[in-house]
């Protein structure tokens, strides 16, 4: 057998290996935005017929809660670069949406009622049916001018509208009833420290992790539209 036909064997396979991951990253990217769109119709129609905040989790949790979980795929994509995104920044998000969503929220019946739940997954929700429809267009070849910079400005409202009256505020109100009910002593108990003190720590350093996230996020901001300018002034 040739070298000649041998490369050509191994580009074939390359070429098919590249169109699976493509058509891959399309079917996750369709499946997320499709899936969040409907989480948000779900809350707005609750709203809509309630006249309340209160039933964003009675009528999109389940949905949201699959989501966070099957999202944990998106480390791994990060990780084996099938996604422009850091690793190690986008498992401290999995990670923090995860602990307040598995850890607080759908373990604590009192505070799935509370604004700050239909805040979160509001913020939530938009920020990544803009981020996954970027993607997708992106490997499509198709992605306007307009998408990107919307996909690189969106995050600056959204991120602190999810994080400060979203996240923290739920998990601060939280508290009493993590103390109360000496929520997972039996884990904590073998650290000689409770969840209770462990939570008021992670709002404490909340902040600061959340700031590396969203200065990052800036950086990226000011790479992706200046080569946008740039390629537009060729």
């Known amino acids: 057998m040739s070298h000649a036909h041998i490369k050509g064997d191994d580009f074939v396979l390359s070429c098919a290996a590249s169109s699976l991951l493509q058509l891959y990253s399309i079917a996750t990217h369709r499946y997320t935005i499709t899936s969040l769109l409907i989480a948000l119709i779900k ?25 966070q979980a099957v999202s944990f795929l998106e480390t791994i ?28 929220v759908r373990q604590i019946n009192e505070v799935q009622s509370l604004p700050s739940v239909f805040i979160t997954f509001t913020a939530w929700s938009l920020s990544e049916v803009i981020r996954y429809s970027h993607y997708a267009s992106s490997i499509l070849q198709v992605c306007p001018s307009w998408l990107t910079y919307f996909r690189y400005t969106a995050f600056i409202f ?25 929520l997972y002593s039996d884990f904590f108990n073998k650290f000689a420290i409770s969840y209770y003190s462990f939570l008021v720590a992670v709002l404490v350093c909340y902040p600061f992790l959340w700031l590396k996230l ?4 800036f950086k990226q901001r000011r790479s992706k539209l200046n080569k946008k300018e740039g390629k537009k002034k060729l």
């Open 77 to 104: 994509h990060a990780a084996v670069g099938l996604v422009p995104a850091s690793f190690l920044l986008t498992l401290m998000q999995w990670g923090g949406r995860t602990h307040f969503l598995f850890a607080i």
């Open 43 to 67: 809350i707005f129609l609750s709203i809509s017929a309630c006249r309340s905040f209160h039933g964003a989790y009675a009528t999109a949790g389940d949905l949201v809660c699959l989501l």
């Open 158 to 182: 959204l991120y602190p509208i999810g994080i400060g009256p979203g996240e923290m505020w739920l998990m601060w109100q939280a508290l009493p009833y993590v103390k109360e009910r000496s």
């Open 214 to 217: 969203y200065l990052h996020l």
